[in-house]
């Protein structure tokens, strides 16, 4: 990645990421969103839905219509997000009408093995989440035995 003049990056790029679009309300009805967004999510739940986890039985809190990437190696972040926005509808109209009804938010996973590493969002990217109504948000994690950032 390209730095400012004068500035350096040491630690250098993200070592792995993932990203997933998530469309949350207390009443969605994720088979509305899917329909109008014409494609199919990789999760989706109702509000009151069971289901299994490794913590035994869930009760969904809210509903949810989620399509992500698994957390990949090869990709850096913005071609992550520009892969799940380009799988989506351009027409700003159906956001608009989404945004009216449920939040929706960008939720990308950054994995770390060493400690001071970067990752750059171009502005145009991020105009393509903000005329959509799309909050980022990044979870960020590291390697726990990485010793380097106590030093």
């Known amino acids: 990645m390209k730095t400012p003049e004068g500035f350096e990056r040491i630690g250098g790029e993200i070592d792995g990421c993932s990203a997933s679009v998530r469309i949350a309300a207390p009443d969605l009805d994720p088979d509305f969103i899917t329909a109008r967004l014409g494609i ?7 509000r009151g839905d069971k289901r299994e986890s490794k913590a035994g039985t869930l009760t969904q ?22 892969a799940l926005l380009n799988r989506l509808p351009t027409d700003i ?13 960008m939720f990308c996973g950054l994995y770390l093995e ?24 990044l979870d960020i994690y590291c390697d726990p035995s990485d010793r380097g950032a106590d030093a």
């Open 93 to 105: 109209a159906v956001w608009d009408e989404i945004a009216a009804l449920a939040r929706i938010d």
């Open 61 to 82: 809190p809210t509903g949810i219509w989620s399509l992500g990437l698994g957390e990949s190696r090869e990709w850096e972040l913005s071609d992550a997000i520009n």
């Open 114 to 137: 060493n400690w001071n590493r970067g990752a750059e969002l171009p502005s145009e990217l991020l105009g393509r989440l903000a005329e959509r109504h799309i909050a980022l948000g």
């Open 40 to 46: 199919q999510p990789t999760f989706a739940a109702r």
